[in-house]
């Protein structure tokens, strides 16, 4: 049996729709804080076991880990304070209940000093996976390619793409790519202690990315760096996210612009057999979202 945790996630979802593309319902278990969505529904529907699980409660993670051979481990969007015990929790639950191969969702450069969810919750809990003695993959993902058109509207409405980084190039990855290559790890006799980290195979700077958006959404557009400094208060302001959340966000977006995350790797062909998409044809994708 497969395991999938936050199952009504966005991340999560895409695994999940690719597992069962590839006629894995009836060994395939999800774990989520709301069993009855209308997604987690729609799966039982299917013939997917979908069972509650809590990163904060091992008892019900034993429960939804019975049987499970193979779990993929995708970490809540709880404060930083909270999410590593969460993690240990669902390790301690996999050991428990006999799941053989853990694959856990990380991020790129995880041993940044920078990045506050790296530093206090990725970085930590790939040294406990390491350590558990169980067999487990490790996918350090880029920035969401999804970040850059959280507010498309806004940016084609005043030509602006207001983002960190400055002149700094970043790499980025389309979650469905991403939901792609879970999916075949967690389909394959995947061996033990591989490292993958996932990206684009190019990094971008903003001034690229304003000008490709120029030409897949035919309007002007053009970079406004906002220093990182700046970026927990414009989060909050613009875009209504509370402040700690927002503060959290920082480290990372210094780190874009000390370039840390000017990484071009090939691991995600070397993963899948196929390249990511590039960030023409995901916003191409996006267009034509919009426009159907």
């Not at 400055?166 to 967690?186: H, K, M, P, T």
């Not at 959404?217 to 414009?234: E, H, I, K, L, N």
């Not at 995350?261 to 044809?281: K, W």
Request: net charge negative; hydrophobic share 40%.
């Amino acid at each position: 049996m497969i395991f999938v945790s936050g199952a009504n996630g966005h991340f999560a979802k895409a695994v999940i729709r690719n597992l069962l593309a590839a006629g894995r319902a009836s060994s395939l278990v999800v774990g989520t804080r709301d069993v009855n969505s209308a997604f987690a529904r729609e799966l039982a529907g299917q013939g997917v076991s979908v069972r509650e699980a809590d990163f904060g409660r091992p008892d019900l993670l034993r429960q939804a880990l019975a049987g499970v051979a193979k779990a993929l481990f995708i970490p809540t969007y709880d404060a930083n304070d909270l999410r590593l015990q969460q993690n240990l929790n669902a390790l301690e639950a996999a050991r428990d209940s006999g799941v053989r191969h853990v694959v856990y969702a990380s991020f790129l450069n995880a041993e940044s000093a920078r990045v506050e969810h790296s530093r206090l919750v990725h970085y930590p809990t790939e040294q406990a996976i390491r350590a558990s003695g169980l067999g487990f993959t490790l996918l350090r993902h880029a920035l969401y390619a999804e970040i850059l058109v959280g507010d498309l509207r806004d940016t084609l409405r005043t030509g602006l793409l207001r983002r960190p980084g400055g002149q700094s190039r970043c790499a980025y990855i389309a979650r469905d790519d991403l939901g792609f290559s879970a999916a075949q790890i967690l389909l394959r006799d995947e061996p033990s202690g591989h490292t993958y980290s996932e990206t684009m195979e190019q990094t971008w700077s903003g001034e690229e990315i304003a000008a490709v958006m120029s030409e897949v959404f035919s309007t002007p557009v053009r970079f406004q760096a906002v220093p990182a400094a700046d970026w927990p208060g414009y989060m909050t302001e613009h875009w209504g996210v509370p402040p700690e959340a927002a503060q959290s966000a920082l480290g990372t977006m210094q780190a874009i612009e000390a370039g840390e995350f000017d990484v071009a790797s090939p691991d995600y062909r070397a993963l899948t057999g196929r390249p990511a998409r590039s960030l023409r044809e995901f916003l191409e994708t996006v267009r034509d979202a919009k426009q159907a």
